[in-house]
């Protein structure tokens, strides 16, 4: 018999109530079967295909109907449904929650925009106007007051182009910061102006281009 | 309009060609709808791997990048095509079909799905450049990799690259790399569709794997437990490389079960399974730890339950999969330094590997982790009130599912789960209240749950060769996880708080479908027993 009900409030297998009326009702008059699950606890029918004959409670027969199960409830199949049943109201709720506020409020809100992944942004162009100035690859000097972050995900765009940020050894320099500072080469005598990429509409607004002079 | 053409071949191609490998090397034609699923997912990966290390192949032999590689890969995928027609069985007619989804779990894993992509899918657009590692180190190595000029490529290992890991394997940055070669620019649709499509393929390819090992409902759950962890859709939207790895891990033991569970020799799903393992070392260093654990898994295989000679043969075959693809890995690590963590080693090694701080340190954050993953997935995917639930939910849905009602007669297995249920109720009802100090409930819950499973589950199925393989396999590589943490350079508590959701992500697909194997059967009508 099932191990389970013992556990569980639910009428026991040859008790007097459901579960016998489910044998007697059986057309081929049988208990349960010798199926190789019996063993597990489950009550399991010897022909299932004559499932739809017994009588049952409309609860066994929708979480049977739902879950595909072909055999009576114990009553720990109960408690897996209910268990089934409590984590998939969390999963909906939890992924009902997650819609509303990264995928409806942002398409509302006009924050999502598909059109940047392949068109050429305001970046590229400036990243080409830089490109025109500087050889493709190699290594020039860098020099910025900008924090890390940016100084790091600018020698991304420029890649493959290297960027080194210890400038005094490099004959062409990348400055990144106003004119009026101090630091900037162009004070320094051995520097002059290549470039100041006039028409950056991006991050090269206050880039110059300074070559170490022979 | 041909950017996005331009981008729709390149992945076309990919798939082609895991599409002819997997088809080649799986043997027979797919009987059901499932296995036609699992086979493109693992197309997807398996293409992804291969084109990758033709990619880094021609440039290693070439020097550059140049159209030409695009003429050498349609030519590669037409020759794999013909092998394919020449070789596929197509005489099928007499092959029963199965059918395993019905049509309620069908739509609860199409519902997850599309809600989990939804989500991916809407965080890409809005982060287009992912975060930080995915520019400063996954797309900086494909520009480096895209470089024109002879030899360009190799200044990705200059010592001012320092910072952006140059030893890092080359799957993901010569995938993103071809993708630019094909559309002539660096555009950020390449690499968030390639973040999109591995998310795709991840979850259909849990559904896949778990209905073919379980049933369709548990496929269905699988799903549901992925679309609810805030770490795999917050780490599926940065662009890193931790959702490939996951993905490749999950796929080498999907292999390795279908393998082990087949009636009829399978040396091609082994084929597969080892050139799997190969690719997941070729996308991140911990992929060289998992062959290292997935080697260990193994040997308890061979060494469990009988039959070696057709064991140690399925070893060879693994290894005969895995050993292109090392190839290419030792290729790649010639050009590049020592990773950090060799390189920074100094005297105190044996100090910082058996320091007590340091171990508690680690397991503390583990912990906090687990309970609320704050570290990385929070920045991209609000928790709201979800929290830790996605953890406790999923307890609240295994336990119950896993017990065997015959080991449930025991008390001892009465009074365990009976603790673990209470104890998992407590953990939500005071989950909002911080005690400030160390939650002693949390610790027997913790126990509990353990007893519940050691006592109440079953133990054919949890005791099975092929699936000890796997948990030896898990626990390894978290084991080793443990162990690079301990011996790190860096900052430890640094590198905890940057790193270490993204180790958990890469085990948590392997760890939902080793959970599913060892539930005893759901319907008698669809399980399987274990092999």
Not at chain 1, 73 to 87: I, K, M, N, Q, T
Not at chain 2, 171 to 194: D, E, N, T
Not at chain 2, 221 to 250: E, H, K, N, R, W
Request: hydrophobic share 50%.
């Amino acid at each position: 018999m099932a191990a389970s009900a013992n556990l569980f409030p639910f009428p026991k297998d040859n008790g007097t109530g459901r579960r016998d009326r489910l044998s007697k009702s059986r057309p081929d008059g049988g208990g349960e079967s010798t199926c190789p699950e019996s063993h597990l606890g489950h009550t399991a029918m010897s022909n299932p295909t004559n499932d739809q004959t017994i009588a049952m409670s409309p609860w066994a027969r929708t979480v049977r109907w739902l879950l595909g199960w072909r055999r009576r409830l114990s009553a720990l199949d109960y408690l897996r449904a209910l268990a089934v049943l409590g984590f998939l109201l969390f999963a909906f709720n939890t992924t009902a929650g997650w819609c509303k506020t990264h995928v409806f409020q942002p398409f509302r809100d006009g924050r999502m925009k598909g059109r940047d992944l392949y068109q050429v942004s305001a970046i590229e162009k400036d990243l080409s106007l830089v490109r025109r100035s500087l050889p493709a690859t190699g290594t020039v000097g860098y020099l910025s007051e900008k924090w890390e972050g940016r100084r790091y995900e600018l020698r991304y765009l420029l890649a493959p182009l290297l960027l080194d940020f210890d400038w005094t050894k490099h004959e062409l320099v990348l400055v990144d910061y106003p004119m009026g500072n101090r630091k900037s080469p162009q004070f320094l005598p051995n520097y002059r102006l290549i470039t100041d990429f006039r028409g950056a509409s991006s991050f090269a607004r206050d880039m110059k281009l300074f070559r170490r002079k022979p | 309009m041909n950017r996005l053409g331009a981008v729709f071949v390149s992945f076309a191609l990919t798939w082609l060609m895991g599409y002819f490998v997997v088809a080649l090397l799986w043997g027979k034609h797919p009987r059901s709808l499932n296995d036609k699923l699992f086979q493109a997912c693992a197309a997807w990966g398996i293409g992804a791997g291969i084109i990758a290390s033709l990619y880094f192949l021609w440039i290693a032999v070439t020097g550059s990048a140049a159209e030409g590689f695009v003429v050498y890969e349609a030519f590669a995928v037409l020759a794999m095509g013909l092998l394919w027609w020449r070789s596929c069985p197509r005489n099928q007619a007499n092959s029963p079909r199965k059918k395993e989804w019905g049509w309620v779990s069908a739509l609860l894993a199409l519902y997850f799905c599309v809600v989990g992509l939804g989500v991916v899918a809407s965080l890409l657009l809005q982060n287009q450049g992912g975060a930080w590692d995915a520019w400063a180190i996954w797309n900086v190595h494909a520009k480096f990799l895209n470089a024109p000029g002879n030899g360009a490529w190799k200044a990705v290992f200059a010592p001012i690259m320092d910072l952006s890991h140059p030893d890092y394997p080359p799957l993901l940055p010569a995938l993103v790399a071809q993708g630019w070669l094909h559309v002539g620019k660096s555009i950020p649709l390449v690499p968030v569709s390639l973040a999109f499509l591995f998310a795709v393929a991840s979850f259909l390819l849990i559904a896949s794997a778990i209905t073919h090992a379980r049933s369709a409902t548990m496929g269905a759950l699988a799903c549901a437990i992925l679309a609810t962890s805030s770490v795999f859709l917050g780490v599926a939207m940065s662009q890193y490389a931790d959702m490939p790895l996951a993905f490749y891990f999950l796929l080498t033991v999907a292999f390795l079960h279908r393998a082990d569970s087949s009636d009829t020799p399978a040396k091609g799903l082994y084929l597969l399974a080892g050139l799997s393992a190969g690719m997941a070392a070729l996308t991140k260093n911990e992929g060289s730890l998992f062959l290292v654990a997935l080697g260990a898994g193994r040997l308890v295989h061979l060494l469990l339950g009988g039959d070696f000679r057709r064991k140690l043969r399925s070893l060879t075959w693994v290894l005969a999969g895995l050993a292109p693809v090392l190839l290419v890995l030792l290729l790649f690590k010639s050009y590049a330094s020592p990773s950090y963590l060799v390189a920074g080693q100094g005297k105190d090694m044996w100090h910082k590997l058996f320091s007590r701080e340091r171990a508690l340190l680690i397991v503390a954050k583990a912990r906090e982790e687990l309970e609320t993953p704050v570290t990385f997935s929070s920045s991209y995917v609000s928790l709201g009130v979800v929290r830790n639930w996605n953890l406790l939910a999923t307890m609240f849905l295994l336990l119950p599912m896993g017990i065997d009602p015959a080991r449930l007669r025991r008390t001892g297995t009465k009074a365990a789960l009976l603790l673990a249920v209470l104890g998992l109720l407590g953990d939500v009802l005071f989950m909002r209240v911080k005690t400030g100090g160390y939650d002693v409930h949390r610790s027997v819950l913790i126990g509990a749950c353990f007893l519940a499973v050691a006592w109440g589950f079953d133990r054919r199925r949890l005791l099975n060769a092929s699936t000890l393989s796997f948990i030896a396999t898990f626990l390894l590589v978290n084991a080793g996880y443990f162990v690079v943490y301990m011996l790190t350079p860096l900052d430890l508590q640094w590198q905890l708080t940057c790193s270490i959701e993204r180790l958990f992500l890469h085990t948590i697909p392997l760890a939902i479908f080793i959970a599913f194997l060892t539930l005893p059967p759901w319907a008698p009508s669809t399980d399987r027993d274990p092999a």
